[in-house]
């Protein structure tokens, strides 16, 4: 059963015409204001429910922007990595450019990178270590970038003495015709890297280094 209010409602959205016949009528109701408790007459309600609107609007657009500014800092970082790591002759350095990079221009504290499939002649570096079939198989199927809590106790050892302290990880397989590695990132903070967060740039950011690595390779 319909409330006096709704049918009210019902009856004023049906009938426009009320408020041409009883113009005068609207500048003497008084409506209660949404912040103090008082009363305003209904065109300044009108008026204030027009600035909160326009309120939320500015806020909305404010963000863009942010998100536009913090975007654009990315990609540029993005390029600005990937004309460094062009101009590296040993493997080594390579591998060392691409973690100091992500430390002091992604903020990314700690990274790990296993790499296989691809035969170099400085196979010595940690990167090259052996890794168990399942990370094989976790990589071959890890078609988008994971960002979360969990990780297999394995890569989590990766990160040496710091893994028990990393809260969150970042993880994108090194892909191409097929897949060479697997790059891991961590971090002390539980919300640095969250299910929700986009992961373009993580993906980039592996076929950046997929694309890299290959350029040493001998077999």
Not at 41 to 49: E, G, N, T
Not at 90 to 107: K, T
Not at 128 to 139: D, R, Y
């Amino acid at each position: 059963m319909k409330s006096s209010f709704e049918e009210i409602a019902e009856y004023l959205r049906a009938h426009p015409e009320f408020f041409e016949a009883y113009a005068s009528m609207l500048a003497d109701i008084q409506v209660p204001t949404p912040h103090d408790g008082g009363t305003i007459s209904l065109s300044k309600r009108q008026i204030l429910a027009l600035r909160d609107k326009n309120q939320i609007l500015q806020d909305k657009l404010e963000e863009l922007i942010l998100f536009g500014k913090e975007n654009d800092a990315i990609a540029e970082k993005m390029h600005q990595l990937a004309v460094s790591l062009l101009t590296f002759r040993r493997l080594p350095d390579l591998l060392d450019g691409l973690a100091f990079a992500l430390r002091e221009n992604f903020s990314v504290p700690h990274s790990a990178l296993r790499i296989w499939n691809i035969g170099v002649d400085e196979p010595l570096q940690p990167e090259f270590l052996p890794v168990s079939s399942e990370v094989h198989a976790m990589a071959e199927n890890l078609l988008h970038p994971y960002c979360g809590p969990h990780i297999p106790d394995e890569i989590r050892s990766w990160f040496g003495e710091q893994a028990e302290h990393l809260r969150s990880f970042a993880m994108t397989a090194l892909q191409g015709d097929q897949t060479i590695g697997l790059l891991v990132m961590g971090s002390e903070e539980s919300q640095r890297f969250y299910p929700e967060m986009g992961t373009v740039y993580l993906a980039r950011l592996g076929e950046l280094a997929s694309k890299s690595l290959k350029r040493f390779r001998t077999a």
